[in-house]
């Protein structure tokens, strides 16, 4: 390190910010961090493409981030020093509120963006109070004020009444036409504090993110909090004592632009021939092997798969290419994991664990789309201990493999903390939800004089269902839902299978409260009875609760020939319909001799709210 002028680094320290962008889906950030990029020539006007912080195709069309990224720019203020900008993209959901929370805490401050039209939104709650907890420093800024409706001042009032902030000094922008940027970027190095970490301290790095290249292994998002890195050093993970040596340090600026070290302050990537994302968690902390950190970073959580499903491929002899395209996804997703299942309904497949809904939807989105399989997924399902009569207790995931009753002892099932923070005019209808939904209160706090955070331990069953879905639509979408898991309780809870044709289909069992089974059952006959078309046969489909029939109904088989009307006639005509009876399967899978949509392996899903209540 002699060679290390360490008075210029620590004036460099100086000259760095870091910050993110919290704001809604469509407020514009992609649009803002594009002029903020054109503004510091990080990226010439010709250059740009689409907008540069999304670069996954599926994340434009869903709107989200999934994947973080964080670009360094170089901005001349107006008082002549140049400095350092590290921004950092965030993702945007609950399921991902661990990763938003670790990107957060690579920063100092936050742009809170907020639609001059729309006012401030669910999702952008979510985001600042995460924000707030990690005491960023948080600039205001009212996007779209070039639209006829944009009601700037309306506006300035909701952030200071929904988040408490003043919003006095809000920038108003217009992204699209560059208004009021200029601005942004002289607040961000006035209002933003420069980094506070030591730089002789030994190595403190915080993992945000990481990404698989096929070339350099893993490469590590993280933000230096102490100390300095370079090439050659040999760094460890505190999490699991891995060690590795770095092979390369850089920034992304947008590219990847390599560097000698990387410092106190820093935002960049490191590279260590790092083999399998699985070693390197978001929120670990990197030290140095021969001058260790003394503890970790703060924050630290393991995160592992929350919900389970099975996932068979519609045409059986697509085994092999679903186990690869899931190799292939894992190699990018430290949060996936699979096994391979057997189902008699659905043949082979694999049972895979997912952080929440969102993600599973994505996975299931990407097989589909970019490796071109057909899939039948099964409800989603938590993981059950059980406690068996013979005094073994087994982990289960799959409502299939839940022992016969005689043997079962007792089952517990996964509880979370749950905190949803809403404007104290929702709290009544969110105690509504939480208490159908089994939730047991534990405390209300106000956390200014417009917002509470309200805390229930709940059953995450109960919470994969559609919980945030009516947390959402009885909040006018204001609710923001958080939640961990605390532990394991015994509850009373029940297998419900489901027999079609007379034949239980292990795809269809789920497990539920005893005082839900006689309704979901009911309700899940029914939503089979929408979905399963008509057969050449009738189909009868009953729910049933170990060998008692709690629930029934018939699917009526077929009253016309499809082909009938044809007879005799127009050979095109007939091809044409047969065609479209093919394309109509394509989706569907032969349970013994009846033929499944995949909808109806999601009903359970698609529950009502009166429908879930308990009676
Ligand atoms: N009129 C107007 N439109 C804007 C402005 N800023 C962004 N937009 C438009 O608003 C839409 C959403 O902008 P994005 O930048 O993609 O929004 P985002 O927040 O990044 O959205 P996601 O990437 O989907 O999360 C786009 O059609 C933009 O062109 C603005 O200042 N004025």
Redesign the pocket.
């Known amino acids: 390190m002699a060679d290390i002028d360490k008075q210029a680094l620590r004036e460099r320290q100086k000259h760095i910010r870091n910050f993110s962008?919290v704001?809604?889906?469509?407020?514009?950030?992609?649009?803002?961090?594009?002029r903020i990029l054109e503004l510091t020539d990080t990226i010439a006007k010709r250059d740009m493409q689409a907008?540069v912080?999304?670069d996954m195709p599926l994340?434009?069309e869903?709107?989200?981030?999934i994947k973080l990224n964080a670009v360094e720019l170089h901005y001349t203020a107006k008082n002549g020093e140049t400095y350092i900008f590290h921004l950092i993209d965030t993702p945007?959901h609950v399921d991902f509120s661990y990763e938003v929370s670790r990107s957060l805490a690579a920063c100092e401050g936050a742009l809170l963006?907020v639609?001059?039209a729309q006012g401030v939104e669910a999702q952008t709650l979510a985001n600042v109070y995460l924000a707030l907890d990690d005491d960023l420093e948080i600039v205001p800024i009212i996007?779209?004020?070039?639209?006829p409706s944009a009601q700037p001042e309306v506006v300035k009032e909701e952030i200071e009444e929904m988040i408490g902030l003043d919003a006095s000094d809000a920038i108003l922008?217009?992204?699209?036409?560059g208004?009021g940027v200029p601005e942004v970027l002289e607040r961000i190095v006035s209002d933003i504090p420069a980094p506070s970490g030591d730089l002789d301290a030994p190595l403190k790095a915080l993992i945000f993110d990481s990404v698989y290249d096929a070339y350099r292994g893993v490469v590590l998002a993280v933000r230096i909090e102490d100390g300095i890195v370079q090439v050659g050093d040999t760094i460890e993970l505190m999490s699991n004592q891995k060690r590795y040596e770095v092979t390369e340090v850089g920034v992304m600026s947008p590219k990847a632009v390599q560097k000698d070290y990387l410092m106190v302050g820093d935002v960049g990537y490191i590279t260590a021939a790092i083999k399998t994302i699985q070693d390197t968690r978001v929120g670990d902390t990197v030290t140095l092997a021969d001058n260790p950190a003394d503890k970790p970073l703060d924050g630290f959580r393991q995160i592992t798969p929350m919900v389970y499903s099975g996932l068979f491929p519609v045409d059986n002899a697509k085994f092999n290419d679903l186990r690869e395209a899931l190799e292939k996804l894992q190699l990018n997703d430290a949060a996936l994991e699979f096994e391979p299942e057997t189902s008699q309904a659905l043949g082979f497949g694999f049972r895979v664990g997912f952080l929440g809904l969102l993600h599973m939807d994505v996975v299931q989105e990407r097989l589909e789309r970019d490796f071109d399989l057909d899939l039948i997924m099964t409800a989603p399902s938590v993981d059950y201990q059980v406690d068996k009569t013979d005094g073994t207790t087994i982990t289960i995931d799959n409502p299939a493999e839940l022992p016969d009753s005689s043997e079962v002892k007792e089952i517990r099932e996964p509880y979370v903390k749950a905190s949803i923070m809403v404007p104290n005019d929702y709290v009544g209808p969110v105690m509504e939800i939480a208490q159908r939904k089994r939730g047991e209160f534990v405390t209300m706090d106000y956390l200014d004089k417009y917002r509470v955070n309200v805390i229930y331990n709940l059953p995450l069953s109960e919470i994969i269902y559609d919980f945030f879905d009516q947390l959402k639509s009885s909040t006018k979408g204001y609710a923001s839902l958080d939640y961990e898991v605390t532990g394991y309780r015994a509850s009373d809870l029940v297998k419900m299978d489901i027999l079609l044709n007379g034949d239980p289909v292990d795809a269809l069992s789920t497990i539920v409260h005893k005082d839900f089974a006689y309704d979901r059952g009911h309700n899940i006959v029914a939503k089979l009875k929408e979905t399963i078309p008509r057969q050449q046969f009738e189909v009868p489909i009953q729910a049933a609760i170990g060998t008692k029939i709690i629930a029934r109904s018939t699917v009526k088989a077929y009253r016309k020939n499809v082909l009938a009307k044809c007879y005799g006639g127009d050979i095109t005509r007939k091809r044409k319909l047969l065609e479209k009876q093919k394309a109509g399967k394509k989706r569907m899978k032969a349970v013994g001799s009846v033929e499944v949509p995949q909808e109806a392996f999601m009903s359970i899903l698609k529950m009502n709210e009166d429908d879930s209540r308990g009676k």
């Open positions: 962008i704001a809604h889906i469509d407020h514009g950030k992609s649009t803002l961090a594009d907008q912080l999304d994340e434009r869903r709107g989200i981030t945007g963006l639609d001059a996007n779209k004020v070039d639209l922008t217009s992204a699209k036409t208004l």
